[in-house]
């Protein structure tokens, strides 16, 4: 499984305005759907609550397919999850970290866990939807429609269906 710095990697995109930050947040975690769809892989994905509320209503957890979103209570880093994470595992297989934070890289590959860069994994993720893309000769977004959840996520916030 993928144990995902969530900003991290978002940050890593050099493209993400503060202001457009919940937007930035969904579009992050529907191509890391994408990406363990069309590679079978599973992700975690990890957002301090500092960086701003949780989306979608204030939900702390919630499912889209092979990505679980998690966001942190407050006084809990992103750092201090994914850390507490890999302690409670002595499965050095579990999981792969993503994140270009040296002090958590450093940690988990001390744990011996496997770590991948941010910038690596998005240019992997990219590649991959690519590659998928060019299978059908649809844009990448457009790939295999909506990622698994994704409906029933609009439906609940048009106001369509209830939790």
Not at 37 to 57: K, L, M
Not at 103 to 132: C, K, P, W
Request: include cysteine; proline fraction near 4%; charge should be neutral.
């Amino acid at each position: 499984m993928l144990l995902i710095d969530g900003y991290n990697l978002l940050f890593a995109q050099k493209k993400v305005e503060r202001r457009r930050l919940p937007e930035a947040r969904e579009a992050l975690v529907l191509r890391i759907a994408r990406y363990c769809e069309s590679c079978g892989q599973q992700a975690r994905v990890i957002f301090d609550f500092t960086q701003g509320p949780p989306a979608f209503g204030g939900e702390a957890r919630r499912r889209l397919g092979a990505v679980e979103i998690r966001y942190t209570p407050k006084g809990v880093t992103a750092d201090d999850e994914i850390l507490g994470t890999l302690a409670g595992t002595k499965d050095r297989t579990a999981y792969t970290v993503v994140t270009s934070d040296r002090g958590i890289a450093d940690e988990a590959r001390r744990r011996q866990f496997e770590v991948v860069d941010s910038d690596r994994m998005l240019a992997e993720m990219e590649r991959i939807l690519r590659e998928a893309a060019g299978k059908t000769g649809e844009a990448p977004e457009k790939l295999r429609g909506l990622a698994p959840g994704e409906v029933d996520h609009w439906m609940r916030e048009f106001g369509l269906r209830d939790e």
